[in-house]
């Protein structure tokens, strides 16, 4: 239910006279079946207040790889060129590229156009690539604070032997390094809220239970949690009193684990 309920929501906002940008990071992209209305790669007007955009994943990794192959072309000789090459090409499938595309896609978007927009709303894959993608800035900071440590060594030995000029790798290595301390301050900030979406099911509660302590290890807070797909309580059907009764118990679990949290029912209408 998290296409269904970001495309509500956005909607919500329109009414509220909020400019809004509903983004799917899915790589099943499916808010275009949901407006009635095809998105694509790239910002479409939908309403007067709601554009829309499906990032694609692959051709957002062929453009990260692209960039990283320009960049390497100013700074690398010709002789190792051939070979980087190579491995830029198999880079395009390893795992991780498109994680750290997309992200890189969803920071520019949450820069270049937070004056345009009021509100931006991203209806996310499902949960585990979700996870890791909300994680990425921690890890990759760290990982790049430790290349450019690396490369500041190799600038003052440089240095020692009188090749004193500017870096590039070192230049470009921090610039990565603040797009990513950005992307952490942007996703901490109090104007970012993450909202997990789960049905009144075991299955579902248990891998709810996970996020939650993923994101509370990780220290990313968690503003609402949405239970959709709720059967109404007034149903006399014999045949679904039982799973009635279950979905109450799951509902009663959760307002129990998170009494600090806003807890929104949706049930189904009928």
Known sequence: ?????????????????????????????????????????????ITPLLDAIEIDPEEEANLYIDQIRKDLNSILSPVVLEDVNKQLRAAKIM??????????????????????????????????HTLRLLTLPELLIEWFEGLIKKREKIVKLKAMLGLKEIDPILTRLKIRRDTFLKAKDMIRSENTSIH???????????????????????????????????????????????????????????????????????????
């Open 1 to 45: 239910g998290k296409t269904t309920l970001s495309t509500a929501r956005a909607h919500y906002y329109t009414r509220l006279r909020k400019k809004t940008l509903l983004v799917s990071t899915d790589p099943a992209h499916s808010i275009s079946d949901v407006l009635g209305v095809q998105a694509g790669s790239k910002i479409k007007g």
């Open 196 to 270: 997990l979406v789960m049905n009144p099911e075991k299955m579902p509660l248990e891998e709810t239970k996970k996020a939650m302590k993923f994101l509370s290890d990780a220290h990313q807070p968690v503003s609402e949690i949405i239970i959709n797909k709720i059967l109404p309580t007034n149903i006399v059907d014999p045949f679904f009193k039982n799973k009635i009764e279950k979905e109450q118990e799951v509902i009663s679990e959760v307002k129990s684990l998170y009494k600090d949290l806003k807890i929104t029912e949706i049930y189904m209408m009928y």
């Open 95 to 128: 795992p991780g590229t498109h994680e750290a595309s997309l992200f890189d896609k969803m920071i520019i978007l949450m820069d270049m156009y937070k004056e345009v927009y009021d509100v931006m709303i991203f209806d996310t894959a499902p949960t585990g």
